[in-house]
């Protein structure tokens, strides 16, 4: 199996080449280095499904493991190394990176043609997929957390693509800074981890810490806070409550773009960022991770159905399947979620990129502006259908099995615990919920009159370079589920969270109740999306009941939806307004205390020329003089701290240096 | 004998050296003086480096990063006097405290 | 009676390489900080010689006193009077602040180098010729730093020329 490690290899290191290669000969290549940079996507996809095939189909191995490091550096007592964690987990992330990465790579073909900058966006893309297949293959926590900070890159620079726009450029700085504060949580984390272990790689990292538990090192709290701290990364990364916001705005991003990074792979990566590391969540993060799910798949469901920006509506639904995902992870369903993962892959990024070619040729992202398009695009028609059948659960779809299996295990883990049923009712409406938002995009897209009839002349479907990805993304979303999952479903079998004998909640456990409620789940959850589209027809398809009426009756509930929860006008009035109250407050001490001085020094200065003025007019003269003396003194000390002479700050940083040092060396010597 | 010069004898010149280069660095205008300092600097690390193999190691590896160094100072005292030539050139001038029409 | 002898050349070398220094600090006109470094470069040469380290000493000389210094001197010719103006406010309060800032970190060095227990070796090293064994190392053990820095140097000389040339091109 060394073969293994090879290939792996050239997966890894083909897009960096590419992305290298086309950043500074963009100009020089061909066609702007397209063609390079599918190559070296179109290269390893062929390679994973290959590594795939030989780990899944030919090995068949729940134990299968091939791990490989090299050192990299040495700290304190441990050190982190550079190397490889491939098990079946992994083979599934990169055939779901590649594939989903490959179709973007030749649909961008088509659909950045004629950008600025072309050659440059190929670049970033590549650069994304090294850095996530660097995420995916990696054995230890420290690469993790370098390929997650690359992936934040490559998603801050792709969504600020279209730069000269104001509002692109905004969005990627709050996509960065957002993710941030998630990413400073799990750093913390995996400090807190390392100080325990010593090291980083995953498989000493989860013997350490179970050492560390059952010696009582660590504590129950500890080892929650450590695993909540770790999902923190999680949270800011798979865009969950509260760390939501930035997903929506990165829509500015091109949508190729919003299809790869801000549907299949880079915000699954905190879900998967939870499945590697499973053994070191306690079963109180666990739940934690569940309910920051269910409150995430319901509330971002809600705002879904009530926005009209195409591409929003499928973000949000993207932050809401995340939060499945999440919640399956967190009551034990570890296939469950992961599996989401896999077929969600391929079915939102077959809905973006569908979204994309619709955008493509009506020109608006306002589906109040579509209309009828069923007829001028066949092809992205029936694809968005098959995408929207796979995301609302219709049965035989991927989505259905793996959505089911989510269900099954939230019922079972109700069962286990009453007190926490709310889980499994909670994800039941958000079933219905998806099927009411999915078809209602679909039904005021591609149904309905036109609203504009200009558009819709103009309207044509996309080349051909468009719509063949589209294609591959649907056979893969309507047929992933039966293969994984099915009757000889592999995936329970095969991808099962690393054992070092405590897991979480046992998830055997849960999995044998999860058979025994699987049957109630299944038609509970085909009878919620039934609903929801049949809902949705009744609003917008029959137009039995005016969805207007509707959204007036219900008017504040509506604006509150509508306005995503103000959580935005909440994070700007906290986090952003209490920064410039302190800035203000600043602003007035400046005010008060040195105008002041100022000030002060002016009125002494003229009470003083009073007195002698009318004596003397050279007093005069000096209260001039004295007042011009006293403002630049006030000027003189306060420009010190602030001068903007870089030899300034030089002599700042050796005297405080020193000054610590001093302290910190000769004090404790002597005294 | 307190006059023998050992190791800590080293350590002191070289730390005067790199206290001189890093009073001119911080207090001089003159762009050329303060490349002198940089070069007072990277004069004491060198004495160090080479103290300290002389004393404490049995190989040359201190004098090979001594060389390093050397060749450092050597790329980066042209570079900058190009540089300041250039400025020169278009300014007339080589205050650095005026070389700052990139910071508004 | 030696070893006065050479505690003596120590002394003396110590002498010339912080006098220097600090005529090189706090000299008014730029020629005559360069004669002082001058001095400077050539006491270090000293004591890289009386540290045994031969082929350094030669390079010091080679580079600092052939190459550099000669290349700072023709800066301190070409920009000649250099443009300064007596700024107000500023060299006031830099002085005595930057000595204040400066000592604190001299005094801070000096604990260390004085109150560190070194690692010395008891023996006393052989003075050898070194040249060989450095050649070998930089072919052997560093070789690949070796080999970046001589890309560092090309770049560094390419990057010279590319700013001489614009200058030049500026002047017709």
Redesign the interface.
């Known amino acids: 199996m060394h073969s293994v490690v090879e290939i792996c290899l050239i997966i890894l290191f083909l897009p960096l080449i590419s992305s290298t290669a086309l950043i500074f000969f963009n100009k020089r290549l061909p066609r702007g280095g397209d063609l390079l940079a599918t190559a070296c996507i179109g290269i390893p996809f062929c390679l994973a499904w290959y590594v795939f095939y030989r780990v899944i189909a030919v090995g068949h191995d729940p134990q299968f493991l091939i791990t490989g490091a090299m050192q990299w550096f040495t700290i304190g007592p441990g050190n982190a190394g550079w190397g490889f964690h491939i098990d079946n987990l992994t083979a599934v992330m990169l055939v779901v990176v590649t594939t989903v990465s490959f179709c973007v790579h030749v649909y961008s073909i088509g659909y950045m043609r004629g950008e600025d900058y072309y050659g440059r966006y190929f670049s970033y893309l590549s650069l994304f997929s090294f850095s996530m297949l660097l995420l995916v293959l990696c054995d230890n926590l420290l690469l993790l957390y370098v390929s997650w900070e690359l992936v934040g890159l490559s998603s801050y620079l792709l969504i600020g693509f279209f730069f000269r726009k104001h509002s692109a450029a905004d969005a990627c700085k709050k996509a960065f800074i957002t993710t941030r504060v998630g990413d400073v949580g799990m750093f913390i984390g995996l400090l807190m981890i390392y100080r325990q272990t010593h090291t980083f790689n995953y498989i000493e990292v989860f013997r350490g810490v179970q050492e560390a538990v059952q010696s009582g090192a660590w504590s129950e709290t500890t080892w929650t806070i450590a695993g909540i701290l770790l999902f923190c990364g999680a949270i800011g990364k798979s865009a969950q409550f509260p760390l939501h916001v930035w997903l929506p705005d990165a829509m500015e991003g091109p949508t190729p773009v919003s299809a790869l990074i801000h549907a299949a792979t880079m915000v699954a990566a905190g879900v998967y960022l939870v499945g590697r590391l499973y053994p070191l969540f306690s079963p109180d993060a666990l739940l934690f991770i569940a309910y920051t799910g269910l409150i995430t798949a319901f509330f971002a469901a809600t705002i879904a159905i009530t926005q009209f920006d195409i591409k929003r509506v499928l973000a949000y639904s993207t932050i809401s399947q995340l939060g499945y995902m999440m919640t399956a992870l967190g009551v034990g369903g570890f296939a469950a979620g992961l599996c989401h993962l896999m077929t969600h892959a391929a079915f939102k990024s077959l809905l973006f990129l569908c979204s994309g070619s619709v955008i493509h040729a009506a020109h608006t992202q306002d589906m109040r502006e579509m209309g009828s398009l069923h007829k001028k695009m066949p092809v992205t028609f029936w694809t968005m259908l098959i995408g929207a059948a796979a995301i609302s659960g219709v049965p035989l779809f991927s989505g259905f099995y793996s959505k089911d299996a989510i269900l099954a295990s939230a019922l079972g883990f109700g069962m286990e615990h009453p007190n926490h049923r709310i889980i499994f009712i909670g994800l039941l409406i958000g079933a219905g919920i998806t099927g009411f938002y999915m078809f209602r995009l679909i039904f005021m897209t591609f149904f309905r009159a036109p609203a504009d009839d200009h558009r819709y002349r103009h309207a044509h479907e996309s080349p051909r370079i468009m719509t063949g990805p589209l294609v591959v993304l649907a056979i893969l979303s309507a047929g992933a589920g039966w293969f994984a999952l099915g009757e000889h479903g592999w995936f329970e079998r095969l991808v099962v969270p690393y054992s070092v004998g405590t897991a979480g909640v046992a998830p055997a456990a849960v999995e044998a109740d999860g058979h025994s409620a699987h049957n109630i789940a299944m038609i509970l959850s085909i009878v919620m999306a039934g609903a929801g589209i049949l809902i949705s027809a009744v609003f917008y398809y029959w137009k039995t009941c005016s969805a207007e009426r509707w959204a007036k009756a219900l008017g504040p509930i509506y604006r509150l939806v509508y306005n995503k929860y103000y959580i935005d006008e909440l994070y700007k009035k906290t986090a952003v307004g209490g920064t410039l109250i302190a800035m203000r407050i600043l602003a007035v001490f400046d005010r008060v205390v040195i105008d002041g001085l100022v000030n002060f020094s002016a009125y002494f200065v003229r009470a003083w020329s009073y007195i002698s003025g009318a004596f003397d007019l050279h007093v005069v003269d000096g209260a001039v003089n004295g007042l011009a003396w006293g403002t ?1 003194l006030v000027g ?1 000390i306060s420009t ?1 701290f602030q001068s ?5 700050y ?3 940083v ?2 405080i ?3 610590i ?2 302290f910190q ?2 004090l404790t ?1 002597f005294l | 004998m307190m006059l023998q010069p050992t190791l800590s004898h080293y350590l002191v010149v070289s730390s005067c050296l790199f206290v001189l280069g890093l009073f001119i660095l911080v207090t001089r205008r003159h762009a050329v003086r303060l490349l002198m300092g940089i070069e007072l600097i990277l004069n004491a690390a060198n004495i160090n480096l080479v103290a300290f193999n002389h004393y404490t190691a049995t190989g040359l590896d201190g004098h090979v990063f001594a060389i390093f160094v050397m060749i450092l100072a050597a790329c980066e005292a042209a570079v900058a006097l190009a540089i300041i030539l250039a400025i020169y050139q278009q300014y007339a001038n080589i205050d650095i405290d005026r070389m700052n029409s990139m910071r508004e | 009676m030696d070893e006065w002898l050479s505690s003596l050349v120590f002394w003396t070398l110590a002498a010339v390489i912080v006098g220097s220094a600090l005529i090189t600090a706090f000299a008014r006109t730029l020629v005559y900080a360069g004669f002082a470094l001058l001095f400077t470069f050539l006491g270090v040469m000293g004591l890289y010689l009386y540290l045994a380290a031969d082929f350094l000493g030669i390079a010091q000389l080679v580079i600092y006193v052939g190459g550099i210094l000669v290349l700072l001197l023709f800066g301190v010719m070409f920009t000649q009077g250099g443009g300064l103006m007596k700024q107000p406010g500023r060299g006031a309060i830099q002085i005595p602040s930057a000595v204040m800032a400066v000592g604190m970190a001299f005094v801070v060095l000096l604990h260390v180098v004085l109150y560190t227990p070194w690692p010395v070796m008891a023996v006393e090293r052989a003075a050898e010729p070194t040249t060989r064994t450095i050649g070998t190392l930089l072919l052997t053990k560093y070789l690949l730093p070796f080999e970046v820095a001589s890309v560092l140097l090309l770049m560094a000389l390419v990057g010279a020329v590319v700013l001489a040339r614009r200058e030049a091109k500026e002047q017709k």
Not at chain 1, 644 to 648: A, F, S
Request: net charge positive; no cysteine; glycine share 4%.
């Open positions: 630049r003189t010190l903007g002479v870089v030899q300034n030089i002599m700042k050796v005297a240096v020193a000054f040092l001093l060396n000769i010597t």
